[in-house]
């Protein structure tokens, strides 16, 4: 009797987990992978009623089936495990997932909230980077963390495909602390298909030291309490096809040494200005900055549309003596805003519009 309730419940998740698209899921079962099931009664209705129970007990390779209801967290992963949830709002961990080591881990159709980050990749620091995971993130929701919703660090990797990424971060006395997504070390961020970011404490998506952001897809990122986007250090960004809108500072803001070649995409209805190049990356409240260096920022623009901005491309921080910028715009259409370009003069600036 109990054999034959199995199978039949292994039946119908599979044929949930072909309702949600989840194909390669069912082919781990299907090859004989190893199952394992969670749900909040525990057994004999499924394996355990802890998910953090089931990453632990999971060989390598395993898949987690977590039914609607809440688990209580910190989940902390130190496997290759995939954990799939019944629906962004049907299936939820509190207090954060934490990924720690060289393993690969996928998230599926669930939500995290109630962390200190929601999402956090790393290894510890020094080590090279074949000892930091790599994460895949698909239809999951990202909300109500105090620090950020994805955190990546040292060299961590991660994928974003049809994110919600929601509220996360906190004011401290007048202060916005904590992004959507924070990228920092050599970590590396994709973010693709139809994925929000919005409403963060700070940043939209910070990017600091060595970091990389690949931006492609139908990405909104909006709203949020400083700049939609922020580069600082030597940090990277490929951005395609993103519309930055109302966020209190700048759309993109591209900061110290970074880079952000951006093509195609709308920057529009930000505060202080659509992108900004140059100047230092911190920050105080109302946009400002607080330190004196050498710095040099670049951005290559094409086929960008700046609309309805306080100013459209902002050139340098009309503050800081000490740096240079260099920007590059093929195709750029400016709509609307204050100001279309306001170059600051002070120092070098390079400014080629196509």
């Not at 629906?87 to 207090?95: A, F, Y």
């Not at 998506?205 to 990389?212: C, G």
């Not at 109302?246 to 040494?257: E, K, R």
């Amino acid at each position: 009797m109990e054999k034959r309730f199995a199978k039949k419940a292994i039946f119908f998740l599979i044929l949930g987990l072909l309702s949600l698209g989840f194909s390669s899921a069912v082919d781990n079962v299907a090859r004989g992978g190893s199952l394992i099931t969670v749900c909040p009664s525990g057994p004999p209705a499924c394996d355990t009623a802890s998910v953090q129970e089931a990453v632990a007990k999971a060989a390598p390779g395993s898949t987690l089936f977590i039914a609607a209801g809440s688990y209580a967290g910190p989940v902390i992963i130190a496997n290759s495990v995939t954990l799939i949830g019944a629906g962004q709002e049907q299936t939820v961990i509190t207090r954060g997932v934490i990924v720690v080591g060289p393993f690969g881990v996928t998230l599926k159709a669930l939500k995290v909230t109630a962390g200190l980050n929601g999402v956090q990749g790393q290894a510890p620091p020094g080590l090279p980077e074949q000892y930091s995971p790599s994460l895949s993130l698909q239809s999951v929701t990202i909300t109500g963390n105090a620090a950020n919703g994805v955190a990546l660090f040292n060299y961590s990797k991660a994928t974003l495909q049809d994110v919600q990424i929601n509220t996360n971060g906190i004011t401290i006395q007048g202060n916005p602390v904590g992004s959507g997504i924070a990228v920092r070390g050599h970590a590396k961020v994709t973010i693709k298909g139809t994925s929000i970011i919005q409403k963060s404490g700070a940043n939209g998506i910070s990017a600091s030291d060595n970091a990389s952001v690949t931006i492609g897809g139908s990405t909104l990122i909006q709203m949020n309490q400083l700049s939609g986007i922020q580069l600082g250090g030597s940090s990277t960004a490929s951005i395609t096809e993103l519309t930055a809108q109302a966020n209190a500072c700048y759309g993109l803001d591209v900061t110290d040494n970074s880079t952000a070649n951006v093509n195609g995409g709308t920057y529009q209805g930000n505060a202080k200005a659509g992108i900004h190049v140059g100047g230092p990356s911190s920050i105080l409240l109302g946009c400002g900055t607080n330190t004196d260096s050498v710095l040099s920022a670049t951005a290559n623009l094409s086929n960008v549309v700046i609309a309805g901005n306080k100013i459209g491309l902002l050139v340098g921080d009309l503050s800081k003596d000490l740096e240079q910028a260099t920007v590059t715009g093929i195709g750029v259409i400016f709509l609307g805003n204050g100001v279309n370009m306001l170059v600051d003069p002070v120092d070098t600036k390079n400014v080629e519009m196509h």
